[in-house]
Nanobody
């Protein structure tokens, strides 16, 4: 089992910056990728960025060049630096930890979510 706790959300004006953090506990050695998702009201949860154990990162098109995901395996943390924020970035942001069983069954562990609101 993996437990995740996010922090760092809040209210920011358009063009501003925020950094989200997520701390993992429990069976952290089993974590493969770590990811950030977001869910806006009335919309489905969508992948924002992901990072592998060896720090290979990938980003959704809407955030490329503005967001940076990073990871510290020693501290079991993943962060999302968000710059040049836009009102359309407003959403609840969720941290996700991915584990795989020996037969490659993927399991997702979710944090409780943190609200990011960008005012225009």
């Amino acid at each position: 089992q993996v437990q995740l706790v996010e922090s760092g959300g809040g209210l920011v004006q358009a063009g501003g910056s925020l950094t989200l953090s997520c701390v993992a506990s429990g069976s952290t050695s089993s974590i493969n990728n770590m990811e950030w998702y977001r869910q806006a009201p009335g919309q489905e949860r969508k992948l924002v960025a992901g990072i592998s154990r060896d720090s290979n990162a990938s980003y959704a098109e809407p955030v490329k060049g503005r967001f940076t995901i990073s990871r510290d395996n020693a501290k079991n943390t993943v962060s999302l630096q968000m710059n040049s924020l836009k009102p359309e970035d407003t959403a609840v942001y969720y941290c996700n930890a991915v584990t795989y069983s020996s037969d490659l069954y993927r399991r997702n562990y979710w944090g409780q979510g943190t609200q990011v609101t960008v005012s225009s």
